[in-house]
C-alpha cells in the first residue's frame, strides 16, 4: 500500500475517534448525560469545521509560507484563519447547538474562550503536522536531487572523452588555420574550444554568472552563422539586458536555442530566431521565437536532442516554484517564454 493511501487512512481514524470520544464525553458527564437531543449534528459540524482549519493550515498554508524567506504573511494568515474559525464556531454553537447539548444556555464570551482554548490547541497540532511534512517532503527532495545529480555525473563521467587530448586537438587545428591563413576556421576552432571548455568546466559549477551564460549563447549562435550558407535566408537577433552580478544555474537556456536552430532555419525559405533576455527585479525572463519552417506542430516536441520533458525535469529539480515555462506551438512559429525567480532561495545547490 502506498505511503500517501497510509497516511490517509491513519487521518480518517484520528478523526473518527476524536468524534467517538467526544461523544462518549457527552453522553456520560454533567448535564449531557441526561440530554434528550442528539449529539450528532452539533458534532459533525464542530468536527468538520476543525478539519478545515487544521488541513488549510498543514496542508495550504504552512507548505507555501515555508517555501519564503520573509514568515510574516504565514502568522497574518494563521492568525486570520484562527480568528476566523473560533468566532464561527461561537456563533453557530451559541445560535444553533448550545440548547441542543446543555439544558442552561451558556453565555456567548464563555463560548469564545472556550473556543479560543481548543482552536489554538489544534492549530498548534496543525502547524506541528504542517511543519513536519514539509520537512520531510524536502529532505526527501533533496535525497531525490542528490540521486540525479549523481546519476548525471556518473552518465557524464561514461560519455566524457579525455579534454586533454580534445583541447590539443583543437590547439593544433588552430595553429594550423591560423599559419595558413584560414580565418574562418581558424574562429570556428576558436568558439568550438569555448564552448567545449565551458560545457566540461563551468558547468559543474551550481551556479555561474548570467554574464557567462550570455556569452556562451553568442558564441554558441556565432558558431552557428559559420554553418549557414549563403542560400539560406536567415535573420537571427540575440537581445539581451542584465546585470552582471546575476546567477544562475550553467547550460539552463541554451538547450531552447538549440531547439531554435534545429527547427528554425530551413533552406529556400524565409528564416528568422528572435531571442530576448531580460532581468527585471531578480526576475529573468528569457524569450525565444522561430519560424517552424513548414513542420507541423505535432513533429517539434523535442529541444536539443534531449527533449522538453528533460528541460521541465530540470527546471523543477533546480527552481523547483520559482519559474514559469511558456510554450506555444504553431504549423508557423514556435516561442517559449521562461521566467525565473533568480533570487529564489529554493535553487538546488548540490553541495
Same mark, same amino acid.
Given at each position: 500500500?502506498?505511503?500517501?493511501?497510509?497516511?490517509?487512512?491513519?487521518?480518517?481514524?484520528?478523526?473518527?475517534?476524536?468524534?467517538?470520544?467526544?461523544?462518549?464525553?457527552?453522553?456520560?458527564?454533567?448535564?449531557?448525560?441526561?440530554?434528550?437531543?442528539?449529539?450528532?449534528?452539533?458534532?459533525?459540524?464542530?468536527?468538520?469545521?476543525?478539519?478545515?482549519?487544521?488541513?488549510?493550515?498543514?496542508?495550504?498554508?504552512?507548505?507555501?509560507?515555508?517555501?519564503?524567506?520573509?514568515?510574516?504573511?504565514?502568522?497574518?494568515?494563521?492568525?486570520?484563519?484562527?480568528?476566523?474559525?473560533?468566532?464561527?464556531?461561537?456563533?453557530?454553537?451559541?445560535?444553533?447547538?448550545?440548547?441542543?447539548?446543555?439544558?442552561?444556555?451558556?453565555?456567548?464570551?464563555?463560548?469564545?474562550?472556550?473556543?479560543?482554548?481548543?482552536?489554538?490547541?489544534?492549530?498548534?497540532?496543525?502547524?506541528?503536522?504542517?511543519?513536519?511534512?514539509?520537512?520531510?517532503?524536502?529532505?526527501?527532495?533533496?535525497?531525490?536531487?542528490?540521486?540525479?545529480?549523481?546519476?548525471?555525473?556518473?552518465?557524464?563521467?561514461?560519455?566524457?572523452?579525455?579534454?586533454?587530448?580534445?583541447?590539443?586537438?583543437?590547439?593544433?587545428?588552430?595553429?594550423?588555420?591560423?599559419?595558413?591563413?584560414?580565418?574562418?576556421?581558424?574562429?570556428?576552432?576558436?568558439?568550438?574550444?569555448?564552448?567545449?571548455?565551458?560545457?566540461?568546466?563551468?558547468?559543474?559549477?551550481?551556479?555561474?554568472?548570467?554574464? /557567462?551564460?550570455?556569452?556562451?549563447?553568442?558564441?554558441?549562435?556565432?558558431?552557428?552563422?559559420?554553418?549557414?550558407?549563403?542560400?539560406?535566408?536567415?535573420?537571427?537577433?540575440? @537581445?539581451?539586458?542584465?546585470?552582471?552580478? @546575476?546567477?544562475?544555474?550553467?547550460?539552463?537556456?541554451?538547450?531552447?536555442?538549440?531547439?531554435?536552430?534545429?527547427?528554425?532555419?530551413?533552406?529556400?525559405?524565409?528564416?528568422?530566431?528572435?531571442?530576448?533576455?531580460?532581468?527585471?527585479?531578480?526576475?529573468?525572463?528569457?524569450?525565444?521565437?522561430?519560424?517552424?519552417?513548414?513542420?507541423?506542430?505535432?513533429?517539434?516536441? /523535442?529541444?536539443?536532442?534531449?527533449?522538453?520533458?528533460?528541460?521541465?525535469?530540470?527546471?523543477?529539480?533546480?527552481?523547483?516554484?520559482?519559474?514559469?515555462?511558456?510554450?506555444?506551438?504553431?504549423?508557423?512559429?514556435?516561442?517559449?517564454?521562461?521566467?525565473?525567480?533568480?533570487?529564489?532561495?529554493?535553487?538546488?545547490?548540490?553541495?
Amino acid at each position: 500500500m502506498k505511503r500517501k493511501s497510509i497516511e490517509v487512512i491513519i487521518h480518517v481514524f484520528i478523526w473518527t475517534g476524536a468524534y467517538l470520544l467526544f461523544a462518549f464525553v457527552a453522553n456520560t458527564i454533567g448535564v449531557f448525560s441526561s440530554r434528550e437531543h442528539t449529539l450528532f449534528y452539533p458534532l459533525t459540524v464542530g468536527t468538520l469545521i476543525n478539519a478545515a482549519m487544521f488541513y488549510t493550515a498543514s496542508l495550504i498554508m504552512i507548505p507555501r509560507g515555508a517555501a519564503l524567506k520573509n514568515k510574516k504573511p504565514l502568522v497574518l494568515q494563521l492568525l486570520l484563519l484562527f480568528i476566523g474559525t473560533t468566532i464561527l464556531k461561537s456563533v453557530i454553537d451559541f445560535l444553533f447547538f448550545d440548547s441542543i447539548v446543555s439544558t442552561q444556555k451558556e453565555p456567548f464570551e464563555e463560548q469564545i474562550i472556550i473556543n479560543i482554548v481548543f482552536d489554538f490547541i489544534l492549530l498548534s497540532l496543525a502547524m506541528g503536522y504542517g511543519f513536519t511534512r514539509t520537512w520531510i517532503k524536502k529532505e526527501a527532495q533533496q535525497q531525490v536531487m542528490q540521486q540525479e545529480k549523481l546519476k548525471a555525473e556518473l552518465n557524464f563521467l561514461k560519455a566524457q572523452i579525455n579534454p586533454h587530448f580534445l583541447f590539443n586537438t583543437l590547439n593544433t587545428a588552430y595553429a594550423s588555420a591560423t599559419l595558413y591563413g584560414d580565418a574562418r576556421t581558424a574562429g570556428i576552432i576558436d568558439k568550438l574550444s569555448y564552448l567545449i571548455r565551458y560545457m566540461l568546466y563551468e558547468s559543474n559549477e551550481d551556479r555561474v554568472l548570467l554574464e /557567462q551564460e550570455i556569452t556562451y549563447i553568442e558564441d554558441y549562435i556565432e558558431l552557428q552563422q559559420y554553418r549557414i550558407s549563403d542560400e539560406i535566408r536567415a535573420d537571427i537577433r540575440f @537581445h539581451h539586458q542584465a546585470d552582471s552580478h @546575476h546567477q544562475i544555474a550553467p547550460l539552463l537556456l541554451l538547450p531552447f536555442v538549440e531547439n531554435a536552430f534545429k527547427h528554425g532555419i530551413r533552406l529556400g525559405e524565409l528564416s528568422y530566431i528572435d531571442i530576448q533576455l531580460s532581468v527585471v527585479d531578480n526576475i529573468l525572463s528569457f524569450y525565444v521565437k522561430n519560424s517552424a519552417g513548414g513542420t507541423p506542430a505535432a513533429a517539434m516536441p /523535442q529541444v536539443g536532442g534531449v527533449g522538453l520533458a528533460n528541460v521541465k525535469k530540470r527546471l523543477s529539480l533546480l527552481y523547483p516554484s520559482a519559474h514559469q515555462l511558456h510554450i506555444h506551438n504553431s504549423d508557423h512559429h514556435f516561442d517559449i517564454l521562461l521566467e525565473i525567480n533568480l533570487n529564489s532561495h529554493e535553487m538546488y545547490s548540490g553541495g
